[in-house]
């Protein structure tokens, strides 16, 4: 059974830095890929930044330049560097992990919050 356990968020005055961290049970190189997504109150979860087994990385625009993903893969973690942080990152992160064949296998974290706020 897969466990991906999120840490690292919290309140954060704009501008300000975050690292999130994603910690999974067993290697990532399992994995084709990992990622974050994000659910704003009142929206949909949005794919945030993924980074496949091969080190291809996708972000979303509006996290471009200011946001870093990237693996330990002695610790089996995926790490979300956030900088130069906007009222409107403000939503709860969540890691997800894809395994295995078609039809994928899909594993979500629990979440962690961040709250972008002056």
């Known amino acids: 059974q897969v466990q991906l356990v999120e840490s690292g968020g919290g309140l954060v005055q704009p501008g300000g830095s975050l690292r999130l961290s994603c910690a999974a049970s067993?290697?990532?190189?399992?994995?084709?890929?990992m990622g974050w997504y994000r659910q704003a109150p009142g929206k949909g979860r949005e794919l945030v930044a993924t980074v496949s087994r091969g080190g291809q990385i996708t972000y979303v625009q509006s996290v471009k330049g200011r946001f870093t993903i990237s693996r330990d893969y002695a610790e089996n973690t995926v790490f979300l560097q956030m900088n130069s942080l906007l009222p409107e990152d403000t939503a709860v992160y969540y890691c997800?992990?894809?395994?295995?064949?078609?039809?994928?296998?899909?594993?979500w974290g629990q979440g962690t919050q961040v709250t972008v706020s002056s």
């Open positions: 067993g290697s990532i190189l399992r994995f084709n890929d």
């Open positions: 997800r992990a894809s395994y295995g064949g078609w039809p994928y296998d899909i594993y």
